[in-house]
C-alpha cells in the first residue's frame, strides 16, 4: 500500500500541477487583456484586441483537448479514482471555454455590424462638430469646387520652427503693416479687415505647418482664412467701384494686382512642400501690397 502510495502521489501531483498551470495561464491571460481593453485605443486597436482574444480562446481549447486526451491515453483517471474531480473541472472548464468562445464570436459579429454604422455616423458627427455653424458654408464650398477648396498643401518636412517655416509665416506681417498705414490715413474699414486677415492667415498656416496633413484644425482654420480673406477683397473691391472703375486705376496698382493672382494660381498650381512656400509667400506680400495701393487710391480720390 505504502509503495501504491509512493509511485501515485508523484503522478498525481503532476496531472494536478499541469491543469492548475494551465488554469493560471489562462487567468493571467484573460486578466492582462481585460487590462488593455480597458486603456484608450483607437477603433482599430479595439478589434485587433478582440481578434487576439479569438485567437487565445482557441489556443486556450486546443489545449485542453490535448491535455484531458494525454490523460485518458495513459488510463490516469481510470487508476487513480482520486483524481475523478479533475477531470469534472478540467470537462467544465473546457465546455466554459467553448461558450465564452461562442459568445466571442457572437459579439464580434455584432460589433462589425455596429462599428460599420458607427463609423459612418461618426464621421458625419465629426465634421459636424468640426465646422459647426460653419458647416452649410463649408458644404457649399465643398459642393462649388468638388471638395477642392477645404484641402490644403501638406509641407512637411517643414514645421512651424524650421527656417522655412518661420520665414513663410513672417510674410504674414505685410498685412499688418499695410493695416496700419491704412487706418493712420483714415481708411479704418479696409486697414481693420487686412489686420484680421492676416492675423488668421498667420494662425491657418501656422496650424498647417504644426498640424501637417488631413486634420480638422487646418480644415477650420482654411474656411475662416477664405471668410476673412474674402471679406477683405469685397472691401476693396467696393472702394475701387467707389471712386471709378477698374480702367481708372493707376498703373502701379495694376501690376500689384496681377502679380499676387499670378502667385496665387502658382501656388494652386504647385501646392506642396517648397515651391507652394515660395508662391504663397509671394501671394501674402504683394495681395497686402494691393489692399494698401487700394487703400491709397481710395483716400486720395476722396480728398
Known amino acids: ?41 483607437p477603433l482599430q486597436s479595439f478589434c485587433n484586441q ?88 463649408a458644404n457649399f464650398i465643398d459642393e462649388v469646387t468638388g471638395g477642392w477648396a477645404l484641402t490644403y498643401a501638406d509641407l512637411s518636412p517643414e514645421t512651424e520652427t524650421t527656417p522655412a517655416g518661420i520665414s513663410f509665416l513672417a510674410t504674414n506681417i505685410g498685412y499688418g503693416v499695410a493695416g496700419v498705414f491704412l487706418s493712420m490715413r483714415g481708411e479704418f474699414l479696409l486697414g481693420y479687415f487686412t489686420d484680421i486677415a492676416g492675423v488668421i492667415s498667420f494662425g491657418y498656416h501656422y496650424s498647417q505647418l504644426k498640424f501637417g496633413p488631413n486634420r480638422k484644425e487646418v480644415r477650420l482654420a482654411l474656411l475662416f482664412d477664405y471668410i476673412t480673406a474674402g471679406s477683405a477683397i469685397i472691401i476693396a473691391l467696393f472702394y475701387i467701384i467707389q471712386v471709378g472703375t477698374f480702367t481708372t486705376l493707376p498703373i502701379n496698382l495694376l501690376c500689384v494686382i496681377a502679380l499676387s493672382l499670378g502667385s496665387l494660381l502658382m501656388s494652386w498650381v504647385y501646392e506642396f512642400g517648397y515651391p507652394y512656400l515660395f508662391w504663397h509667400s509671394l501671394w501674402h506680400i504683394f495681395s497686402a501690397g494691393v489692399a494698401f495701393f487700394v487703400g491709397e487710391y481710395h483716400f486720395n480720390a476722396l480728398s
Not at 486546443?62 to 484531458?68: A, D, E, K, P
Not at 485518458?72 to 473541472?89: D, G, Q, V, W
Open 1 to 41: 500500500m505504502k509503495t501504491y502510495i509512493a509511485q501515485s502521489l508523484p503522478r498525481r501531483f503532476f496531472t494536478l500541477l499541469s491543469i492548475f498551470q494551465l488554469k493560471y495561464d489562462f487567468c493571467v491571460n484573460v486578466a492582462a487583456f481585460s487590462s488593455a481593453a480597458f486603456q484608450p485605443c
Open 50 to 137: 478582440r481578434r487576439s482574444l479569438d485567437n487565445f480562446l482557441n489556443i486556450h481549447n486546443r489545449g485542453l483537448s490535448t491535455l484531458h486526451s494525454e490523460l485518458h491515453k495513459k488510463n490516469i483517471f481510470e487508476k487513480y479514482p482520486a483524481t475523478r474531480l479533475s477531470t469534472k473541472i478540467l470537462s467544465k472548464l473546457k465546455s466554459s471555454s467553448d461558450d465564452d468562445a461562442n459568445e466571442n464570436r457572437k459579439k464580434t459579429l455584432l460589433e462589425t455590424i455596429v462599428t460599420r454604422n458607427l463609423s459612418e455616423n461618426w464621421r458625419e458627427e465629426l465634421q459636424e462638430d468640426e465646422l459647426g455653424p460653419l458647416l452649410p458654408l
